[in-house]
């Protein structure tokens, strides 16, 4: 299995522009998470998924962020409209939840709003 | 709210020195501790971890201590070398939900 793939690696935008990550999970695995990493705040869970239904959204900054799972081999993240405090590394991991919760990351996308 | 609370920040070691780093945690619901270990550019990814009814576990070089009572675990890295050098997140989880702290960022003096 390739892993966890999240693309773009890198995405510089203009602020107030629509920013869409996106991230496949590794197969079988049925729960999905997406972190944002920054200086100030370390590792952040935003949202994570389990069998494509969200399960808990609490850390959602606001409005401007939303995310999907329409199956069990993609999510998006997105940011609408993007500002520059959301600058940051956004992470995808995915586990499969049948005893202990091991999550396996991505790469990750380097987002920049300018 | 900080579920998971780490220290130091910033760590520095001489190569074969002793790393330590230290987590609390608040929710005694947490049932699992997983350490995870981030180079430059890479996601985290699982380090080592327990399960609170043990009290220690040692893989190579790597030890956690962990003290239920008091809520705490810490990693123990051993003959610290070079490329130990990255960010220590600890992390406290149950069923699907997985809390990290802030990260330590480990430097070993070569």
């Known amino acids: 299995d390739a892993g966890v793939i999240q693309s773009p690696r890198h995405e510089v935008t203009e602020m107030g522009q629509e920013v869409t990550l996106r991230c496949k999970p590794i197969?079988?695995?049925?729960?999905l998470f997406w972190y944002r990493q920054t200086m100030m705040r370390g590792l952040e869970l935003l949202i994570y998924?389990?069998?494509?239904?969200?399960?808990?959204d609490s850390g959602m900054p606001e409005d401007r962020f939303s995310a999907k799972m329409p199956n069990a081999s993609f999510s998006t993240l997105k940011i609408q409209p993007s500002e520059p405090r959301d600058s940051a590394v956004y992470f995808c991991?995915?586990?499969?939840?049948?005893?202990?919760?091991?999550?396996?990351f991505g790469q990750g996308t380097r987002l920049t709003v300018v | 709210q900080q579920q998971v609370k780490q220290s130091p920040q910033s760590l520095i070691v001489q190569k074969g020195g002793i790393s330590i780093i230290n987590c609390a945690y608040e929710?005694?619901?947490?049932?699992?501790f997983p350490w995870y270990q981030q180079f430059p550019g890479k996601g985290p990814a699982l380090l080592i971890a327990?399960?609170?009814?043990?009290s220690e576990k040692k893989e190579g070089r790597f030890t956690i201590s962990f003290n239920k009572s008091a809520k705490q675990f810490s990693l123990h890295i051993m003959d610290s070398q070079p490329g130990d050098s990255a960010t220590y997140f600890c992390?406290?989880?149950?069923?699907?939900?997985?809390?990290f702290g802030k990260g330590t960022r480990l430097h070993i003096l070569p």
């Open positions: 991991a995915s586990s499969f939840t049948g005893g202990v919760t091991e999550a396996f």
């Open positions: 197969s079988g695995h049925n729960s």
């Open positions: 929710n005694t619901a947490f049932d699992y």
């Open positions: 992390a406290a989880s149950r069923d699907d939900k997985i809390i």
């Open positions: 327990i399960r609170p009814d043990v």
């Open positions: 998924f389990n069998n494509n239904v969200p399960i808990d």
